[in-house]
């Protein structure tokens, strides 16, 4: 419906901003802020959007919830950069129905993280050979590669095994940690061995993304809360400047590496999010991470500090 | 709706039996086979059943196969037993919209396990109490103690804890494995310090379920495919014969143990159930257990040898 | 020095009972329980021992104890039967000095157990490979396959690469759990592929031994506490009786699933080996865990009603 | 023997650097390094160290070799800082031999990680209160809080019990991730409720330093391998600057965050000290994690731009 017509591929590049959904303070769903959100990523300029991800809070929406957040947010994007649509989920059946819906509004391909207990590289591939037949070679696919919450390791010769064997797979989300040599591991096998070389982005909030770029990542795929940096550093890198770029993002590493906190690193982006005026409430749905008076100034400390640097 | 006007409270006791969910062969609910399990339970003599539970596939269900599951069980039921409705899930709001749909189409109460990630005492015990006051005082709660599979370790101090703070916690689902002391425990604790005696039913597909009774607890709840075995050993314990109850567990102890094995034994339950007449199909949702030739041909051996032994 | 000349190898079978290791009850060796806990075990008719396992409470031993034990022992076993040793441990150069120093002794083989946060397939084979090249092709070697715990998964094609590239890889301690169909695996693509064919002992204590037999298994490697069961059943097998060996093994059910628990396991295992007359001590050493009253009584009613099954 | 006759206690603040251990190439201990190691830290300042903890890899060493470890250690420093010993151990008996040998060596304190699968609060708080009652109450203990290694969860009211309970327990290495709630709150629940006001030195490489400091961290115990930055960073703090602290510790973030990777950041501590010229060898025991070229020179390029950002 509200497709730019293309499809994420193997070239997709720069920052794909894994968005935050937006809540009132009662925990409803704020579709005003959707908008107000993606406007505020559009600004900034990113080269494409990742909704409803684990970092979206998509297990806490209800199938209702879930479209509306879809169709809000491809209604304000309008085509104007490819948006992926995470569609994780316990049953095999619903990673269909909402690959379906998502690629009916004009998705430019799917997230997928695997189930939980998995073991061993045969379980993983198994799950994933499984899930791209089913969703067939039409609908594209990004791996979603985070053990940290998920509890799933996917080696890297699992990965090259689903790159050969579904033409479907075409991204990474990179985010095992630590996780550079195995970036490196998949571009120097993808060389040598003739593989189709896929698309990089990084995760973990961008914890590592220079080196990761130096690595051979194709940007980033996360949801820092000054999304500009991202976008400015993966620029600067694709200008050849790797120490401009870096320079630039150690700027905005004591607050990256202050989000970079599992489970509380939510709430800190949404309120960041909140205070920049992206959204119109901070919340979480419960349960969930709780910002305290003293995160609170500690926070203010650090946004000024950065703000300084700035300056 | 179709309530029997009883709540579980903490004199239940006996069998409540963990229902499976039937779906037809190509993973399509089916409501019929949800009927003839529901008379094969029944007829069996349980006491209660307790639908949506993980056993049942819940995560794995949309929104709509859970109100349909719910509303064709206590249809059919009409209130011959009290039903007990797993609402567990990863928003709080989704466990009282799920809980209040099962209340007023008549349960006896709600079954809930923690979500992932809670590590210490504090955390386990505010989960449950918010979610406890989320519901309020009139929808008693079976907690489900399973950390095999939540990987949430609920001790026994928060155990009474919430029964201290909540009238509501009427029952523990007693899941831990190895447990037995657990159960010892509170038991000691609550005639020691003069708490309340919330009702125990024991789980593990009652792999201990001699020795559980003989600590104190009030029967099982859980979805062995012979549910008649732990009727009768129930009974047993209660007209004060403990050697001819384990007499008659033993019997069925090869299979019990069998089914025990995690994962798999979902698929091996179902095949039982449909081989008994109980259900149409032994298929469960993907990603899932799949029995192979020799499994099937295992099963069949194990099943024969417990024909030979009850004849 | 003791050695009956004889390494394990594929052909290896039988029981091998896993060793207790006994403490007094202040918590030093007992090495004169050494002595009747071997003598014990030989009187029972065990095809071999395998000594310094995880239940042999290895990890908690000095080095002098170490080797105290392992010297005791084989004197005792005078080459009556084949040991086996363990010899996991979290250096590679302590892994190798332990196996010298138990082969120097006149080991017939090493157990070695990987060490732990190994994920995928790759890791967990790269650990075993380094290990086997650095103890070199004349030390048999037996792979502990224990992910409950160890938290390491080793999948079957792990296993039969290992198999491929090491010709001392002869003997595979089979004890994932649900393990059954990696049992049928094994054998299945070792016939099918013209790979070697390895020796498989069951753990887990036994507790599908009749169906691992069934499926290939060639004996047990456990430390059940009544190993003259285990050893019957293996010699129906072989005998070409299989429903007698399993209307033999169920007498025993009830009491094997009783110390299957994970934990309290072991001293349950020490304590009937201990009624048993085959140490002097049911001691544990701690951290570790203790019985109580309840645990003595509920394990007395349990070995009484065994003896009155056999009677 | 060599003590500078002081014990840690709660007054205890400042860099306690946790020590590597150095190693030849061919992995035999370096005894040289240890003397040329110790030196190095003594020059940049530190209050204190820590030897034999995990990043230590104590559970690599033979009992010999850590006899060798600590005596040539505290030889070398002569009582001029206090030296802490990890004595981290699967059985209580070899931690109290362990705590012994090193106080009689003039150890100013003990570190102890608890024993890995304890669950509940319970649980923590009695494998803590057992052996502080092993150990007596002349010997301080430094409890080390870092489940991202042991699994084991340590809540706030655990230590806040094992402080009342405990004499000795004298210091907190703080090192959970996400873990600054939980430092303001031990400071918190202990102003607001009287107790003991206990050392805690934070871990995890610093990477949250000046944050942790302002929330009441006395100082640092962990093994970053610039350490002088990490001094500097507690006196400027102690001077009331707590803004020059954090614009120096900014400069350094980006190295500090590398090292901060778990598994190869110790690789990349000990190469790092290597070329800084401290020990002769980076060698990491195995099975361990080893640098390829691509670590070796993203290093090199991150020391560079360290020292042209401190030029």
Same mark, same amino acid.
């Given at each position: 419906?509200?497709?730019?017509?293309?499809?994420?591929d193997?070239?997709?590049?720069?920052?794909?901003?894994?968005?935050?959904?937006?809540f009132?303070?009662?925990?409803?769903?704020?579709?005003?802020s959707?908008?107000?959100?993606?406007?505020?990523?559009?600004?900034?300029?990113?080269?494409?959007?990742?909704?409803?991800?684990?970092?979206?809070?998509?297990?806490?929406l209800?199938?209702?919830?879930?479209?509306a957040?879809?169709?809000?947010?491809?209604?304000?994007?309008?085509g104007a950069?490819?948006?992926v649509?995470?569609?994780?989920?316990?049953?095999?059946?619903?990673?269909?129905?909402? !690959?379906?819906?998502a =690629?009916?509004?004009? /998705?430019?391909?799917? +997230? #997928?993280?695997? &189930?939980?207990? *998995?073991?061993?590289?045969?379980?993983?591939?198994?799950?994933y050979?499984?899930?791209?037949?089913?969703?067939?070679?039409?609908?594209?696919?990004c791996?979603?590669?985070?053990p940290?919450?998920?509890?799933?390791h996917?080696?890297?010769?699992?990965?090259n095994?689903?790159?050969?064997?579904?033409?479907?797979?075409?991204m990474?989300?990179?985010?095992?940690?630590?996780?550079m040599?195995?970036?490196?591991?998949i571009?120097?096998?993808a060389?040598?061995q003739?593989?189709?070389?896929?698309?990089i982005?990084?995760?973990?909030?961008?914890?590592?993304?220079?080196?990761?770029?130096?690595?051979? !990542?194709?940007?980033? =795929?996360?949801?820092? /809360?000054y999304?500009? +940096? #991202?976008?400015q &550093?993966?620029? *600067?890198?694709?200008a050849?400047?790797?120490?401009?770029?870096?320079?630039?993002?150690n700027?905005?590493?004591?607050l990256?590496?202050?989000?970079?906190?599992?489970?509380?690193?939510?709430?800190?982006?949404?309120?960041i999010?909140?205070?920049?005026g992206?959204?119109?409430?901070?919340?979480?749905?419960?349960p969930?991470?709780?910002?305290?008076?003293?995160?609170?100034?500690?926070l203010?400390?650090?946004?000024?500090?950065?703000?300084?640097?700035?300056?």
């Open positions: 419906m509200y497709s730019n017509n293309s499809l994420i193997e070239k997709s590049r720069g920052v794909y901003v894994i968005a935050a959904t937006p009132k303070d009662d925990g409803e769903l704020d579709l005003e959707v908008d107000r959100l993606t406007d505020f990523y559009l600004e900034k300029g990113v080269a494409g959007m990742t909704i409803l991800g684990m970092m979206g809070e998509a297990p806490k209800t199938l209702e919830e879930t479209t957040v879809m169709q809000r947010t491809f209604k304000r994007v309008n950069v490819p948006i649509v995470g569609v994780s989920h316990a049953s095999n059946r619903h990673v269909k129905s909402l !690959a379906s819906e =690629m009916d509004l004009g /998705a430019a391909g799917v +997230m #997928l993280a695997p &189930v939980a207990n *998995l073991k061993t590289n045969e379980q993983v591939y198994n799950y050979a499984t899930v791209a037949q089913l969703l067939g070679p039409d609908i594209p696919i791996l979603q590669d985070f940290q919450v998920t509890g799933v996917t080696s890297v010769s699992v990965i095994q689903l790159v050969d064997d579904f033409e479907q797979v075409v990474l989300k990179h985010e095992d940690f630590p996780g040599r195995k970036l490196s591991q571009r120097q096998e060389s040598e003739g593989r189709r070389r896929i698309s982005l990084v995760g973990n909030g961008g914890l590592f993304l220079p080196q990761e770029m130096l690595r051979g !990542a194709d940007g980033a =795929m996360t949801g820092f /809360a999304p500009e +940096m #991202l976008v &550093v993966c620029a *600067l890198f694709d050849g400047k790797p120490d401009e770029a870096e320079d630039l993002f700027i905005y590493l004591p990256l590496r202050h989000e970079f906190q599992y489970g509380i690193g939510l709430a800190l982006r949404k309120e999010l909140h205070r920049r992206a959204i119109s409430s901070a919340y979480v749905r419960r969930g991470p709780l910002l305290d008076a003293n995160d609170h100034e500690e203010g400390r650090l946004m000024n500090r950065l703000e300084r640097s700035l300056a």
